[in-house]
């Protein structure tokens, strides 16, 4: 399949692997990009290993020719030096969250990166693209729970209607049908994450991929609604996350004390199996 996207991102597949913390590591990314869509290396937002952040991205460019990316979430404080190792790096390609690019444009287009920013609005699509970014990535709060308060369906079209730079669809979208969906909405590609979670090449344990491909659709819920967090989040349903969700409808809940229950939930994902994690999907 061939399209404007297609052509901007020299990939031959109109779909964009999801940048996921923790996960979306130098041999996830060479597969999909070697399989000719386009692999998405995230480094994540706290405690960033900036030699380990150099170190992938010269193992993905010593193992595929074909174009990857980099996600950078602006909230973190690495930000700005895993911007600098992506252009010294020669990166092809930065998709962007947890904020606005603006202030590192000029050295990422002075670095011939192309920059695809994730968007929550329509207002927020016309300001990206008003900066000169090349593209942008449309999700709705299917995008993991937490981003923004419209679904992607209703966003996509509007953001479609307008701008002129190329639309990918994020949030949901898990094969042939969902991308048929995104194209008939005015997309021209998908980002998927949980999708490539279930992949030989993933590095989470067989027991969280057994437990996504058997899970069904009630067995997620969201957690940071009720008490108004800023970082909200899909989950499967599991002893803790339950627990966590409980304390977080509780009367007397504690903002402080439900991030940090959600913190070690995260820090527990590879020690004490499905009882005692939580996994984002």
């Known amino acids: 399949m061939n399209n404007k996207l297609c052509e901007l991102l020299n990939i031959r597949y109109p779909i964009i692997q999801g940048g996921m913390t923790n996960v979306s590591d130098a041999d996830l990314v060479i597969a999909v990009s070697k399989a000719g869509a386009l692999g998405t290396f995230a480094p994540g937002i706290e405690s960033v290993d900036l030699e380990w952040v150099r170190s992938e991205i010269r193992k993905i460019k010593t193992n595929t020719l074909n174009p990857f990316a980099v996600n950078i979430m602006l909230a973190s404080d690495s930000a700005a030096q895993i911007i ?8 092809p390609i930065v998709t962007t969250g947890a904020g606005s690019p603006e202030r590192f444009l000029h050295r990422l287009f002075e670095s011939k990166v192309k920059v695809v920013p994730v968007v929550a609005s329509v207002r927020a699509a016309v300001k990206m693209e008003a900066l000169g970014v090349q593209a942008v990535v449309v999700s709705g709060m299917e995008g993991g729970g937490y981003i923004g308060n419209l679904c992607t369906t209703s966003l996509l079209p509007q953001v479609a209607d307008s701008v002129s730079i190329p639309v990918i669809a994020a949030g949901g979208f898990a094969d042939g049908r969902g991308l048929a969906a995104a194209l008939s909405f005015g997309a021209e590609a998908i980002q998927m994450g949980t999708r490539f979670l279930t992949t030989r090449e993933c590095n989470i344990p ?40 409980n304390y977080e409808s509780s009367e007397n809940a504690d903002i402080r004390i439900f991030e940090n229950m959600i913190s070690e939930a995260r820090n527990q994902v590879y020690k004490n199996g499905l009882n005692g994690t939580l996994i984002g999907i």
């Open 84 to 91: 600098d190792i992506v252009c010294e790096e020669q990166v």
């Open 206 to 245: 067989s027991w969280c991929k057994e437990a996504l491909i058997k899970a069904g659709s009630d067995d997620a819920i969201i957690l940071g609604n009720r008490i108004g967090a800023k970082a909200k989040v899909r989950v499967l349903k599991t002893s803790v996350t339950e627990s966590i969700l």
